[in-house]
């Protein structure tokens, strides 16, 4: 026990086959050493996951001071103009910038990540117009509610470019937020392309590795979930030609901001 408390996890005690209080003393202590060992590894590829996650959300990040700095001056430039739909879509574009430049922590309010994905929305409707059709219906016990960050701006992202931008007639998404019970529910869904049985099976399944599609950045997603909620889970619903739905539960364990 000494040995354990210095930090020697391979410490054992010899056991026999006898059935007495030592004998059944030492077989619990050895397994309850083996199995705080197992739990250290299972806690540093955890911890090792997280910290390959945030790097790669690091890289993926634009630096966007210099874009920043240049969209508000071309802000300034459309106000004097008096090009009114020309300075909103400058300053959507530019907070969407500055969330990126703020966003380095794991977790956000559902509030603020709401307000990328309307910002992202209002430009891709100024791009397709009516093509792009949207609803965004959060419950207001959910707003403050603290979710992964960039949670739902990349899978917007995946239903106008890969679910709706290539149909003639365009299509509809809704973002969602509820809660049943403890749990807090997220969902994306929109009426584009859909996917391939194959591939639905594989995200849910947690073996997709493709490097196009909808599946880079869901898969990301599906990966951040499992590894910051003990509970969560992210499904995904999808068929050709008829649209798909992402869902995402999780316990908010830190509760309200």
């Known amino acids: 026990m000494q040995q354990v408390m210095a930090g020697n996890l391979n410490a054992e005690i010899a056991t026999t086959d006898s059935k007495d209080e030592i004998s059944s003393l030492s077989r619990t202590f050895n397994n309850m050493v083996t199995e705080i060992g197992h739990l250290i590894e299972e806690i540093q590829v955890t911890q090792k996951r997280e910290s390959e996650l945030r790097f790669e959300m690091l890289l993926a990040q634009i630096n966007p001071h210099f874009l920043f700095n240049t969209l508000n ?27 990126t430049l703020k966003s ?11 307000a990328v994905v309307k910002d992202y929305l209002y430009l891709q ?32 992202e995946n239903a106008v470019i890969h679910g709706i931008s290539g149909q003639a007639s365009g299509g509809f998404i809704r973002v969602r937020s509820w809660t049943e019970g403890k749990k807090l529910w997220l969902s994306v869904e929109d009426t584009g392309a859909g996917m391939e ?47 798909t739905c992402i869902t995402i539960e999780f316990t908010d364990t830190k509760g309200e901001i």
């Open 197 to 243: 049985p194959e591939q639905v099976e594989q995200l849910n399944s947690g073996k997709w590795k493709g490097k196009s599609g909808h599946g880079v950045g869901l898969g990301n997603i599906i990966k951040r979930v499992r590894i910051m909620y003990q509970d969560g889970q992210v499904i995904v619903r999808s068929e050709k030609k008829k649209g």
């Open 73 to 99: 001056m071309i802000s300034c430039m459309a106000q004097l103009e008096e090009a009114d739909t020309t300075d909103k879509m400058i300053l959507a574009m530019s907070r969407l910038f500055q969330y």
């Open 125 to 156: 409707k100024m791009r397709f117009g009516e093509r792009v059709q949207y609803e965004i219906d959060v419950e207001d016990d959910t707003e403050y509610r603290m979710v992964p960050s960039f949670i739902l701006q990349p899978l917007v």
């Open 104 to 114: 380095s922590e794991s977790t956000a309010p559902l509030s603020n990540e709401i």
